[in-house]
Structure formats: structure tokens, C-alpha cells
């Protein structure tokens, strides 16, 4: 059974960094293309960043140049780095991932982290 397991939201000041981690486990054959999604309250969710198995990264206009998504392919692990956060930023952001398994390839979700930015 595949999970993905999101950490590292929190309360933060405008102006504050945080750092999230989405670790994939189970019978991990390939794990291809990873994303963050954001959704707050009243709000579409957005694709916020993406990186592919090789490292090609793509970014909301919202988050270039505050935002930067990187992996450990050998961990199964994406990472976002959000500095300069805004209170806009606040939201629930949820892991996504395009994996295959033995049986199948399929899309992902994890549970969401709460991040909120506020003083």
C-alpha cells in the first residue's frame, strides 16, 4: 500500500521560511513526476510546484523566486522551501505524486499540512 506522508507546516511570521517534506512509501516501483498543491478556504486548489525525476522544476507565478522544490529520488522525498511567506500563502498544502506499483501506475495524494502565515 502506498502512502504519502506530509510534514512540516506550521504557524509562521510574514516574512518567516518553512521547509515541507512529502515522504512516499510502499511497493515503490517508480515514482515519477511530484507536486505541491495548495487550497485555502473559499479557494481553488493550486498547483503550486512540480519536479519531475530529473530535476525540471516548474512554479506558480504566486511563488517564483520565494518557493523552491527539490527531491531525494533515493528517499522517495519532495521538499518545499517557501521564504518571503505571505499571509496569501496561507493554505492547506497537499503532496501529489505519479508513481507505479507492481500492479498498476497511478496518481497519489497525501493528507495536507497546515501552514499559515500570520503575525
Known amino acids: 500500500q502506498v502512502q504519502l506522508v506530509e510534514s512540516g507546516g506550521g504557524l509562521v511570521q510574514p516574512g518567516g521560511s518553512l521547509r515541507l517534506s512529502c515522504a512516499a512509501s510502499?511497493?515503490?516501483?517508480?515514482?515519477?513526476?511530484m507536486n505541491w498543491y495548495r487550497q485555502a478556504p473559499g479557494k481553488q486548489r493550486e498547483l503550486v510546484a512540480s519536479?519531475?525525476?530529473?530535476?525540471?522544476?516548474n512554479y506558480a507565478d504566486s511563488v517564483k523566486g520565494r518557493f523552491t522544490i527539490s527531491r531525494d529520488n533515493a528517499k522517495n522525498t519532495v521538499y518545499l522551501q517557501m521564504n518571503s511567506l505571505k499571509p496569501e500563502d496561507t493554505a492547506v498544502y497537499v503532496c501529489?505524486?505519479?508513481?507505479?506499483?507492481?500492479?498498476?501506475?497511478?496518481?497519489?495524494w497525501g493528507q495536507g499540512t497546515q501552514v499559515t502565515v500570520s503575525s
Open positions: 510502499g511497493n515503490i516501483v517508480s515514482l515519477y513526476t
Open positions: 519536479i519531475t525525476r530529473s530535476g525540471s522544476t
Open positions: 501529489n505524486a505519479k508513481l507505479s506499483t507492481v500492479l498498476r501506475t497511478n496518481d497519489y
